[in-house]
């Protein structure tokens, strides 16, 4: 495939290489490595992030001071900083451990 020159919004366009239609870079991917017999999806990481929110819902909404400021909340403060994991370590290697078994 190759690029296209004009922009989609924000995204690149590649042209297919089996039949030059125009597609995102994800769907290209796709094709590509399909052509070599690998599977896959474009999911934005949504099964990952089911995962994680299933896996760990416990861990996720345990009591931590500070976190939880407002009934509204629907995660803690820290959940994308490298405090979620910090203030969760005990908890969180527990819950692995045991996916682990």
């Known amino acids: ?6 922009r989609w919004g924000n995204r690149s ?5 089996q039949d030059d239609r125009p597609q995102g870079v994800e769907a290209f ?6 052509a ?4 896959g999806v474009h999911d934005e990481g949504g099964v990952l992030k089911s ?3 299933l896996l760990l819902y416990d861990v996720i909404f345990m009591p931590v001071p500070g976190v939880f400021v407002s ?3 629907d995660s803690p403060l ?3 900083t490298p405090d979620f994991y910090v203030n969760r370590r005990g908890t969180i290697e527990a819950v692995l ?3 682990a078994k």
């Open 36 to 39: 070599d017999g690998w599977e």
């Open 51 to 53: 995962l994680f929110g």
């Open 1 to 6: 495939g190759r690029p296209l020159e004009t």
């Open 78 to 80: 820290d959940l994308r």
């Open 97 to 99: 451990q045991s996916i």
């Open 29 to 34: 991917a796709l094709e590509t490595y399909g």
């Open 71 to 73: 009934e509204f909340q």
């Open 13 to 17: 366009i590649l042209l297919s290489g």
